[in-house]
């Protein structure tokens, strides 16, 4: 603000102070010399009035140069705000252009803004930054961003799995810390019950071999998800309720249904423009449809019999026997939280605080593994020189280890070839705004001097501190390079950095990322291990949904090794 903007208001305070506390007479004799001042075509009566004002006078030009501050001020603190990319319609904004080619819009926006701009997507303005800045999404997260409050704003979350309820993302990060992470005493048995998942998912799928000991797979997107669905569940509420149908139902269906019932992949619906419409939208088919009732009353019924069956059977056994039997899954460690042992749970109130838990972990797990796994499916099966190079890491990984659980993840972690290629498709992959954006929960300023005011969502894109920023990551970094990252330990699949933020940074990374990405290196171990596959129609990129990388789509060949070339 410039001295002459804080003289006027400080002026238009004291006249305006003194003028309604009665200090100054009405009769004052308080004269201004505007003259040198004035605008010319100001009439000579109202700048002798204003040179010698009565009390009246005094009030009008303490309430207008307030009024004029006020709105000097408002007006300098805007122009701190990052510059917004200009738009038409007020009603759509600039969702159109940006659902119509993603990667292009955000391109020009920067090149012509700057590493900090807004653009108003999806019915309300947010800020976006370049990798010069997107470090600072997960640096300032306890100082004012908060991610929760951005992914539950933008998402509609908070209705869509509980009405009002904000607290699952939070409970939900924390069993996922506590449960799916290598620190959890259950980690590795996870790795022999998920095997088999993928075993029989590949039995059922592709058994049907033709008379060259091949099969076409016209949508392997399918192949991915169920078996993310077989897997999580095994892993969550048990291998036992896992093979129930209700559950797998449960399991492949209620992430499409929240994908949609957000709006997170309509470019045209008015639920995704309209910041109001999309909430009442979410509230209407929540609360007037129920759409997500039959799937809590699913868990419910099937969840809550389990955790009978469990509690009777462990009044029948001894503790050495409940040891040699304990099932190793989520569902039980949430149980012995709650007083397993001593018979202390209520059922009803127990899946009660578990099932919107249930229900986002279930989304969160599913959804955007499928996604990142078909895309390592389908660039492993561009090139048979990939598929030979992870063949042959297997092969000595196999012959090499005398573990008879299989390929579990610390025995997987030594695949350095398969790591490498894992990763190097997150890293190329995603083009599309990150789905997990931040709030702003105060005004916050950035080292440019830009202000994000309170309120607004704050996000980053993925390509351009992964693909578009050499100096920082790597050379050559728009190439898709599988192997760029083998023999270097930093550069892992799990580990994050400035430079490779798929799963975020520091405290705030995503919890599940080691069995995500477990899932998705065991799923390619076992098909490259039995089957050699091929693109014979290429590859189809469909447009990213608004905040979700699209996953590819095209035939698939799977042909099978020779028997004895088989390893697992």
């Known amino acids: 603000m410039s001295s002459t903007q804080k003289l006027l208001g400080s002026t238009s305070a004291l006249t305006l102070v003194l003028a309604l506390t009665n200090k100054v007479p009405v009769d004052c004799p308080v004269s201004f010399d505007l003259s040198a001042f004035a605008p010319t075509w100001l009439p000579q009566s109202i700048l002798a009035r204003l040179q010698n004002p009565d009390f009246d006078a005094l009030v009008a030009i303490g309430s207008v140069g307030g009024l004029l501050t006020a709105l000097a ?133 592709l058994e049907k071999m033709n008379e060259k000991n091949s099969i076409d797979v016209e949508d392997p997107f399918d192949l991915c998800k169920k078996c993310l669905a077989d897997a999580m569940a095994s892993v969550i509420v048990g291998v036992d309720l896992a093979n129930d149908k209700d559950i797998t139902w449960v399991f492949i ?25 999309g909430r009442l939208h979410a509230y209407y088919v929540m609360k007037v449809r129920q759409v997500m009732k039959p799937y809590k009353t699913v868990l419910r019924a099937k969840v809550g019999a389990e955790i009978n069956r469990r509690m009777a059977l462990r009044q029948t056994v001894t503790e050495q026997q409940w040891k040699e039997i304990r099932p190793h899954d989520v569902l039980q460690g949430l149980l012995e939280e709650h007083g397993f042992g001593s018979g202390a749970i209520k059922v009803d109130d127990f899946m009660g605080k578990i099932e919107n838990m249930l229900l986002f972990v279930i989304f969160a797990a599913i959804h955007g593994t499928a996604v990142a796994l078909s895309w390592v499916l389908y660039l492993v099966a561009t090139d048979s020189a990939y598929q030979k190079q992870i063949y042959d890491e297997l092969t000595d990984l196999v012959n090499g280890t005398d573990d008879a659980s299989g390929l579990t993840p610390s025995v997987l972690k030594s695949a350095k070839y398969l790591d490498s290629f894992t990763r190097e498709v997150l890293r190329w992959r995603p083009d599309c705004l990150s789905p997990t954006p931040r709030k702003a929960m105060k005004d916050l300023t950035l080292p440019n001097g830009y202000i994000i005011p309170k309120g607004m969502l704050v996000t980053h894109v993925f390509y351009r501190t992964h693909v578009n920023n050499e100096k920082q990551n790597c050379e050559d970094s728009k190439e898709f ?7 270097k330990p930093a550069a892992t699949s799990v580990n994050v950095s400035n430079s490779f933020l798929t799963f975020g940074v520091g405290k705030t990374a995503c919890p599940g990322r080691y069995l995500a990405t477990y899932e998705i290196k065991l799923f390619i171990a076992l098909l490259v291990s039995r089957y050699k596959m091929s693109l014979p129609k290429g590859i189809t990129v469909d447009q990213p949904g608004f905040t979700f990388q699209a996953p590819p789509s095209g035939t698939i060949t799977f042909k099978q090794r020779a028997l004895e070339d088989i390893l697992l």
């Open 73 to 205: 001020l408002y007006l300098h603190r805007r122009s701190r705000f990052p510059p917004l990319v200009p738009y038409t319609n007020p009603v759509y904004g600039s969702t159109r252009e940006y659902a119509e080619k993603p990667k292009e819009f955000l391109n020009a926006a920067f090149d012509k803004y700057g590493p900090v701009f807004r653009a108003n997507i999806l019915g309300r303005d947010q800020v976006i930054l370049d990798h010069d800045y997107a470090q600072l999404l997960f640096t300032l997260l306890g100082k004012g961003l908060d991610h929760e409050q951005g992914v539950i704003d933008l998402q509609y979350f908070d209705v869509i799995i509980k009405l009002g309820s904000q607290h699952h993302l939070h409970d939900s990060g924390k069993m996922i810390l506590k449960y799916l992470n290598p620190a959890s005493p259950s980690y590795e048995t996870y790795g022999p019950i998920v095997q088999l998942v993928y075993q029989k998912a590949f039995k059922e799928a």
């Open 253 to 277: 269906n209620v992430s499409e249904v929240v994908a949609e019932m957000g709006g997170l992949e309509g470019h045209g619906s008015l639920a995704s423009i309209l910041p109001f419409y």
């Open 481 to 487: 390079r599988p192997w760029r990252h083998v023999g």
